[in-house]
């Protein structure tokens, strides 16, 4: 990276489809609101690289927004592994104390066949270094955005997941010769 990169990470539109799901990268994204995405594209530097991550939720939106990002694997939302495609509610009748257990400690806990959300603050950290030097836009989960302030703050994951990252949220983050610059967290835009 050179001296400071400009970083607007956007969460994707709504996931069109049921709530509380855990859903995988063919979920498709409801990019009906208008006006949410032109307050939002009004928010974008001209110039500014694209990215996103390969979801077709998060490539919907970068549509929308008039983007044609580049796909980025390591800016994918968490693995659930086997959770995948399923309802929290069954999981939590089916598994019991497991799937509590996991909730107890989510920042370190890793679904069967998944990853934990510390490991995907190290994959993050791999598509963060691999970006081009100057302004990038990033259309990405709520999940990869609490990874980036991470590692711009230099927090636990356990403390990352705390915060709140809406759908069309707009966080914006600078990285500075030797450090990081948090400029704005889930700002909405409007609509």
């Given at each position: 990276?050179?001296e400071?990169n400009?970083l607007w990470?956007?969460?994707h539109?709504?996931?069109r489809?049921p709530?509380?799901v855990?859903?995988?990268?063919?979920?498709?994204?409801?990019?009906?609101?208008e006006?949410?995405?032109?307050?939002l594209r009004?928010?974008?530097?001209?110039?500014?690289?694209p990215?996103?991550s390969p979801?077709?939720?998060?490539?919907q939106?970068?549509?929308?927004?008039?983007?044609?990002p580049?796909?980025e694997?390591?800016?994918?939302?968490?693995?659930?592994g086997?959770?995948?495609?399923?309802?929290?509610?069954?999981l939590a009748?089916e598994l019991g104390?497991?799937y509590r257990?996991?909730?107890?400690?989510?920042?370190?806990?890793r679904?069967?066949?998944?990853?934990?959300?510390?490991?995907?603050i190290?994959?993050?950290?791999?598509?963060?270094?691999?970006?081009?030097?100057?302004?990038?836009?990033?259309?990405?989960?709520?999940?990869?955005?609490r990874?980036?302030?991470?590692i711009a703050?230099?927090?636990?994951?356990?403390a990352a997941?705390?915060?709140?990252?809406d759908?069309l949220?707009?966080t914006?983050?600078d990285?500075?010769?030797?450090?990081?610059r948090?400029?704005g967290?889930n700002?909405?835009?409007?609509?």
């Amino acid at each position: 990276m050179s001296e400071v990169n400009r970083l607007w990470l956007i969460r994707h539109a709504p996931v069109r489809g049921p709530k509380g799901v855990i859903h995988d990268s063919d979920a498709a994204a409801d990019t009906g609101d208008e006006a949410a995405f032109a307050a939002l594209r009004a928010k974008l530097p001209a110039g500014a690289a694209p990215f996103a991550s390969p979801a077709v939720r998060t490539l919907q939106t970068a549509a929308a927004l008039g983007l044609r990002p580049q796909a980025e694997l390591n800016f994918r939302e968490q693995n659930f592994g086997a959770w995948t495609g399923r309802r929290h509610d069954d999981l939590a009748r089916e598994l019991g104390a497991a799937y509590r257990d996991f909730w107890r400690t989510p920042a370190n806990s890793r679904p069967p066949g998944g990853e934990s959300f510390a490991d995907q603050i190290v994959r993050v950290g791999d598509g963060l270094a691999a970006l081009p030097p100057g302004d990038a836009v990033l259309v990405v989960h709520s999940g990869t955005v609490r990874a980036v302030l991470a590692i711009a703050l230099g927090i636990a994951p356990e403390a990352a997941l705390r915060f709140a990252i809406d759908p069309l949220s707009l966080t914006r983050i600078d990285r500075l010769q030797n450090d990081w610059r948090v400029v704005g967290v889930n700002r909405l835009c409007g609509g």
